[in-house]
């Protein structure tokens, strides 16, 4: 396991009270004083404030919309892909099974896990500051959304167009991370046995490269697509 301070400047927020980043990083594997109250307390906290964020951004979604649009944003794969973004699985507290496992590396425990910093950053602070947190965590995916896109993303639209057809589900390699470590760009090519060759994405982040790589490979297996990268 990396020292937490790695993961603190990360985060952009440093804790005044140790213990409680320690304990959002303890799974419930290694022993009875774990992060499960501080999930519970964190997923209370981010679905206010991203629905605070929706209601002030979309002045005039009707509720069904900010419901459907918040879903989008607190969904288990968005969290677990806000927690790789960080690193997340680097830092985790797992007993000997779960870590030869690979929990450190799943979905559940990753979003688990990053519901349970805010709930920490939430106790060290106050709400207004983990607000913050979560909106410049959250901002890229939030400015991509939109009442009048598909509420379905381009990897699932990919994923699902193969499916359909009995193809395997594309593969998504990172090619190149290039660029200072502030202000990296990714390359990502995304393969499909329905493509002669693999089509590159390029993002700030690997989610975001993943996306337009999906969005190119649909454009070129002429499907009807949008180049929402969320």
């Known amino acids: ?45 981010l679905n206010f404030i991203i ?25 288990r794969q968005t969290l677990a892909d806000v927690a790789r973004e960080f690193s997340l699985g680097d830092y985790l507290i797992m007993g000997s099974g779960e870590l030869k496992s690979g929990g450190f590396k799943r979905d559940s425990i990753l979003s688990d896990t990053l519901e349970a910093i805010i709930g920490a950053i939430y106790l060290d602070s106050n709400v207004e500051v983990v607000g913050e947190r979560i909106v410049a965590w959250f901002d890229s995916r939030l400015d991509a959304l939109s009442l009048t896109t598909s509420q379905k993303d381009s990897k699932s639209r990919l994923q699902e167009f193969l499916q359909a057809r009995q193809y395997d589900v594309p593969e998504y390699v990172v090619v190149a991370i290039k660029g200072a470590s502030h202000d990296q760009q990714f390359h990502v090519e995304c393969r499909t046995a329905l493509l002669d060759e693999p089509v590159v994405g390029e993002g700030s982040t690997r989610r ?23």
């Open 1 to 45: 396991m990396q020292s937490p301070d790695k993961l603190q400047q990360r985060l952009d927020y440093n804790f005044n009270d140790d213990k409680l980043l320690d304990e959002a990083l303890t799974h419930r594997s290694f022993g009875s004083r774990n992060n499960e109250r501080l999930e519970f307390l964190g997923d209370s906290a």
């Open 51 to 75: 629905s605070r964020e929706l209601y002030r951004r979309f002045p005039s979604a009707r509720e069904g919309q900010l419901s459907r649009l918040r879903a989008r944003l607190v969904r």
């Open 208 to 230: 975001v490269a993943e996306q337009k790589a999906a969005a190119m490979a649909l454009e070129k297996l002429g499907v009807e697509h949008d180049h929402n990268p969320s």
